[in-house]
């Protein structure tokens, strides 16, 4: 796996950033350009399991690795959720199975600047290079409107 980064500037406060990025209602707007309909299933607490699904109830899944609240957070990816079963074992889960996705706030200049690091296969490089920078672009749109 390769890891790759983006990053944004926000002029907002990291407080009204990071509610956006977690939010149940914020998280399925910033996360459409991935998936439309998509939602987070979890509690976003330090060991707790995350649920990553489609608007078809398909995904990942995932545990919380690390969580500063405002910070950063680190979310290792252990799985796949399917028809309602988790599968950790398959040849496809097995070519990605502990990536980390990690998100993390920090102030420059009275803004704020949110930084993306993931594990990738070669598969899905290209795909995420398109697709972060319009999430990243959705956040700002969201926390500067």
Known sequence: MERIY???EIDAPKE??????LGETTYPKWT???SEGSRAVTDWQVGSKALFLSAEGDGMVSQIAEHIPNEY???HHL???INGA???NSEEVKKWAGAVESYKLSTKDGKS?????LDTTEDHKDYF?????KALEKVKELAEG
């Open 6 to 8: 983006f990053k944004i």
């Open 16 to 21: 009204k950033v990071w509610d956006i990025l």
């Open 32 to 34: 459409a350009p991935f």
């Open 73 to 75: 957070i680190s979310i």
């Open 79 to 81: 799985g796949m959720y």
């Open 86 to 88: 988790e599968d950790y």
């Open 113 to 117: 600047l949110l930084s993306i690091e």
């Open 129 to 133: 290079e398109e697709t972060w920078p």
